[in-house]
């Protein structure tokens, strides 16, 4: 394979109330470039959802997955480039964007925020996804 697939997982697993299988990874490094699955509050080795009800909780967890996978592909937040942030409340935006803000303090990415109807759970309010360079 001519890309590395980090945390290859299946939907079925992931996802075992809805009837899914999809076979997915959790980021894929081609050739320096890492993209990164959005992130969701879930630990990503026990699935566990964190901070149900509470968006900056989940903003958190968000951005300890995405910084722990970029680690699991070499790379660090500072090589971030590209951000793009789904929220399913317009009233969240201050609260989620103040712990993105401090976690990406200096990086300076290109940044898209949308909100949207839901995710794939009911109880996520915001997903994260990321690409990245890795350094030289």
Wanted: aromatic share 8%.
């Amino acid at each position: 394979m001519i890309h590395r697939r980090i945390r290859p997982f299946n939907t079925r697993d992931t996802y075992p109330e809805q009837n899914l299988d999809n076979d997915l990874c959790q980021a894929v490094v081609a050739g320096r470039t890492i993209y990164v699955r959005g992130q969701v509050p879930q630990d990503l080795d026990t699935r566990e959802n964190v901070a149900v009800g509470d968006p900056a909780g989940q903003a958190e967890k968000v951005m300890q997955n995405i910084a722990l996978l970029l680690s699991e592909c070499g790379a660090e937040l500072e090589h971030i480039c590209k951000v793009t942030v789904y929220l399913t409340d317009i009233r969240y935006r201050e609260t989620v964007y103040r712990v993105v803000g401090r976690w990406l303090k200096g990086v300076f990415p290109v940044f898209t925020g949308l909100v949207i109807v839901a995710l794939a759970r009911p109880e996520w309010v915001v997903e994260i996804d990321i690409i990245a360079e890795l350094p030289e």
